[in-house]
Nanobody
């Protein structure tokens, strides 16, 4: 079974930076491992639906970002360490949310909707004070 564990959240002032990490372990029932998953970051603020933040495809990694974070956030992955990162710069109070790491081991093409991801981490809180 695939497990995802996020870390790196915390409290930061507006304009500051944080780097989230998500470590993957295990494999799917068919034997697929981290390097073959599309990986995504999502977030959920209180009273709001979970929303897409960033994603990285599994091959020749291509990336995608929500318009609200373009130019400020960067997703990267280290397949040797089975880890995906989210570097968050120029943070704003509206970035406050629980951030979730997710893996898509099903689709051939990277998808950025929550329903496409079949494994999820437990989430890490990011709070940006004004």
């Amino acid at each position: 079974q695939v497990q995802l564990v996020e870390s790196g959240g915390g409290l930061v002032q507006a304009g500051g930076s944080l780097r989230l990490s998500c470590a993957a372990s295990g494999r799917t029932a068919s034997g697929r491992t981290f390097s073959t998953y599309h990986m995504g970051w999502f977030r959920q603020a209180p009273g709001k639906e979970r929303e897409f933040v960033a994603a990285s495809s599994w091959s020749a990694p291509t990336t995608s970002y929500a318009d609200s974070v373009k130019g400020r956030f960067t997703i990267s992955r280290d397949n040797w360490k089975n880890t995906v990162y989210l570097q968050m710069n120029s943070l704003k109070p509206e970035d406050t949310a629980v951030y979730y790491c997710a893996a898509d081991s099903v689709h051939a093409i990277m998808v950025v909707t929550t329903s496409a991801y079949n494994y999820w981490g437990q989430g890490t809180q990011v709070t940006v004070s004004s």
